[in-house]
């Protein structure tokens, strides 16, 4: 029997960034961010998967957005790929092509994040070994069809993880 190696990946969504009503503040919420890094420090991870709806509100305050940003910037300055998926809560509207609130991560300029705003498959090599990530943001049809059977890899030599949103 063949071994395949270990991947450590660490998978966190629906972090929704905001500053609540209730007595939650946007403090508390970077504070749960920020045990995310930690735990990818203490575990080394080879991954992070981000599973989308960064934010509440579809329109944050700038305070929230310049909070969230610093606080995503901590984790993908740990230099570990990082796959974000779009989730329903980061479009600008429920249409599925709309802008959306990911994008200021790009603007970060970490070569190691992916954003992963439309169906499409993203491959990473880790200590050697390929994983291939399927991902749905939201708002799009899961399924298999959708990612053109030409392009899904035969090889069972790699991991295929399959991320979406909704």
Same mark, same amino acid.
């Given at each position: ?30 504070? /749960?961010? =920020? $045990? ?15 599973? $989308? ?28 790929? /990082? ?15 709309? =802008? ?9 300029? =970490? ?49 295929? /993880? ?5």
């Amino acid at each position: 029997m063949k071994s395949f190696p270990y991947v450590k990946l660490i998978a966190y969504s629906d972090i929704h960034h905001h500053e609540y009503t209730n007595g939650v503040t946007e403090a508390d919420v970077v504070d /749960i961010e =920020h $045990g995310i890094v930690e735990l990818v420090e203490s575990l080394e991870a080879d991954v992070i998967v981000f599973g $989308g709806d960064r934010f509440q509100s579809r329109n944050p305050t700038d305070y929230v957005k310049y909070s969230a940003d610093k606080s995503f910037d901590e984790l993908a300055s740990l230099g570990k790929p /990082i796959i974000a998926l779009v989730g329903n809560h980061d479009r600008s509207t429920k249409n599925n092509e709309s =802008h959306h609130s990911l994008k200021s991560i790009e603007l970060l300029g =970490h070569k190691n994040v992916i954003i992963a705003d439309k169906i499409e498959i993203h491959k990473l090599n880790i200590r050697g070994f390929t994983v291939e990530f399927y991902c749905i943001p939201a708002g799009h049809v899961p399924s298999m069809e959708a990612f053109g059977s030409e392009r899904i890899t035969r090889d069972e030599n790699c991991y295929k /993880i399959c991320l979406f949103h909704d």
